[in-house]
């Protein structure tokens, strides 16, 4: 996910799309507690793509 194609959303988008990524870093989490997560690389990925979201909820909001 790169972040000029999330300054082309709108913020109804990029709340749409926070809300699906929080819920997959939950999941990965919950597998990861659990000894089901193959590939632990995933938890930083999803923790980039959230940041990366609000960065552009904010430069949408100003």
Same mark, same amino acid.
């Given at each position: 996910m790169n972040?000029?194609?999330l300054a082309e /959303? !709108?913020?109804?988008e990029l709340n749409a799309m926070l809300k699906e990524k929080k819920t997959e #870093?939950?999941?990965l /989490?919950?597998?990861q507690k659990m000894m089901?997560?193959?590939?632990?690389?995933?938890l930083k990925v999803a923790k980039k793509d959230?940041? /990366?979201i609000n960065t552009? #909820? !904010?430069a949408v909001a100003n």
């Open positions: 972040y000029s194609d /959303k !709108t913020a109804a #870093l939950f999941t /989490k919950i597998k089901q997560l193959q590939n632990t690389s995933e959230i940041a /990366k552009a #909820l !904010t």
